[in-house]
T-cell receptor
Framework: GENVEQHPSTLSVQEGDSAVIKCTYS??????FPWYKQELGKRPQLIID?????GEKKDQRIAVTLNKTAKHFSLHITETQPEDSAVYFC??????????????FGTGTRLTIIP | GAVVSQHPSWVICKSGTSVKIECRSL??????MFWYRQFPKQSLMLMAT?????????EQGVEKDKFLINHASLTLSTLTVTSAHPEDSSFYIC????????????FGPGTRLTVL
């Protein structure tokens, strides 16, 4: 099965600076990679996702890059703000396993933005 | 739109009792629902996948007789923890998805189960 590793487990960044979280996956069949943000005591929410047919996707201050050859993908948050403080999870899935399309989550990164 | 609710939000029960958790998609019909378990400061571990009207598919290591999942309609799935024990104490989160795998999974707010 798929195995997703995520680093770092904790990250503290000065407000206004950039934050980068990295994930690697094991299953070369994985072709869909979402990122979720989970604030304390709340539900995970999708913030950005990328499919394997593109190498980069950007949405305002958030971007995700994908290297299929190396089997790793990264989340980039620029101009960080206090409200970015949360736990971020990467995930991977193969949409080719018809009837068995399930997300495998990374271990999470606790991001703290220092005012 | 795309709201998923869970009930109850928290429950405390005695060891040996059974607890039922409901997951509802409020404004859409979910063809697939997922149940996850999350330990404190840890990741979401998929327990099972359920499609409306069919038996749930359980992940390796998850006891199907202990964690009963029913997906009777396109808007409701239930997870019953049978004969709960303290080690079953955890945060249980469901998610719901419409249609194909690329479609977003919407998560419920979670249910914190504490077994005494």
């Amino acid at each position: 099965g798929e195995n997703v590793e995520q680093h770092p487990s904790t990250l503290s960044v000065q407000e206004g600076d950039s934050a980068v979280i990295k994930c690697t996956y094991s299953d070369s069949a994985s072709n869909y990679f979402p990122w979720y943000k989970q604030e304390l005591g709340k539900r995970p929410q999708l913030i950005i996702d990328i499919r394997s047919n593109v190498g980069e996707k950007k949405d305002q201050r958030i971007a995700v890059t994908l290297n299929k050859t190396a089997k790793h993908f990264s989340l980039h948050i620029t101009e960080t703000q206090p409200e970015d403080s949360a736990v971020y999870f990467c995930a991977a899935m193969s949409t080719l396993n018809f009837g068995n399309e399930k997300l495998t989550f990374g271990t999470g990164t606790r991001l703290t933005i220092i005012p | 739109g795309a709201v998923v609710s869970q009930h109850p939000s928290w429950v405390i029960c005695k060891s040996g009792t059974s607890v039922k958790i409901e997951c509802r998609s409020l404004d859409f019909q979910a063809t697939t629902m997922f149940w996850y378990r999350q330990f404190p400061k840890q990741s979401l571990m998929l327990m099972a996948t359920s499609n409306e009207g069919s038996k749930a598919t359980y992940e390796q290591g998850v006891e199907k007789d202990k964690f009963l999942i029913n997906h009777a309609s396109l808007t409701l799935s239930t997870l019953t923890v049978t004969s709960a024990h303290p080690e079953d104490s955890s945060f249980y989160i469901c998610s719901a998805r419409v249609g194909g795998a690329y479609n977003e999974q919407f998560f419920g707010p979670g249910t914190r189960l504490t077994v005494l």
